[in-house]
């Protein structure tokens, strides 16, 4: 089975500017949820999609958003770049389950963003 | 607030020793579970071992278990027979009912190095 990927890897923009990430969820997933790693503020839960509907988000500014398709695969967006977005994002996939049980996630290798 | 603390924000152990990792949490909700995950430089984070907060056993999955003491609020892992590809970072997280389904907070982490 083929684990969850991330498209791009890498990737360098310019402050101001905005950029789309690319995550495909293992296969029967339909949770997709989106994190943000920096050194200084650790790794941040920016929001999850579950069946094309976002259903928790995160503390962060309206310039990140994001959505899901009908084969879940999903898209996280950042507007308006700023030097503090650079960061290693994060995608996990699991299965949706609607009561606190064993809900594994399986994380993708990550998009390294640069901005300069 | 839902809060995970590492305190240990680097490790050395010597090959083929164990090492326990400290994590300590703090939330009011019931139920609740708990997961480590190892991110070596590669950047993927993967997934080691789970906890339920209703789970009367320790979790063990391999060299990897946890050591849950509830009334405590802690879930160190301990990695026995500690092998040179286990340096890595290794995050503690918690998801619980008030968090939001599949939304995981994470701690710092910790740096583990393996010496041979």
């Known amino acids: 089975k083929a684990g969850v990927t991330q498209t791009p890897r890498y990737l360098i923009k310019t402050r101001g500017q905005q950029v789309t990430l690319s995550c495909s969820p293992i296969?029967?997933?339909?949770?997709v949820s989106w994190y943000q790693q920096t050194p200084g503020q650790g790794l941040q839960f920016l929001f999850e999609?579950?069946?094309?509907?976002?259903?928790n988000k995160g503390n962060f500014p309206g310039r990140f958003s994001g959505r899901q398709f009908s084969n879940s695969r999903s898209e996280m967006n950042v507007s308006t770049l700023e030097l503090g977005d650079s960061a290693l994002y994060l995608c996990?996939?699991?299965?949706?389950?609607?009561?606190?049980?064993?809900?594994?996630?399986?994380f993708g290798p990550g998009t390294r963003l640069t901005v300069l | 607030a839902q809060k995970i603390t590492q305190t240990q924000p680097g490790m050395f152990v010597q090959e083929k020793e164990a090492v326990t990792l400290d994590c300590t949490y703090d939330t009011s909700d019931q139920s609740y579970g708990l997961f480590w995950y190892k991110q070596p430089s590669s950047g993927e984070m993967i997934f080691l071992i789970y906890?339920?907060?209703?789970?009367?056993q320790n979790a063990t999955e391999g060299r990897y278990s946890l050591n849950f003491q509830k009334a405590r609020k802690s879930a160190n892992l301990v990695i026995s027979a500690s092998q040179l590809g286990d340096s890595a970072m290794y995050f503690c997280a918690m998801r619980s009912i008030s968090g939001g389904y599949n939304k995981l907070i994470f701690g710092a982490g910790t740096r583990l190095a393996v010496h041979p």
């Open positions: 996990a996939s699991s299965l949706a389950t609607s009561t606190l049980t064993y809900n594994e996630q399986f």
């Open positions: 296969s029967g997933h339909r949770s």
């Open positions: 906890q339920g907060s209703y789970d009367e």
């Open positions: 999609y579950f069946s094309e509907t976002q259903r």
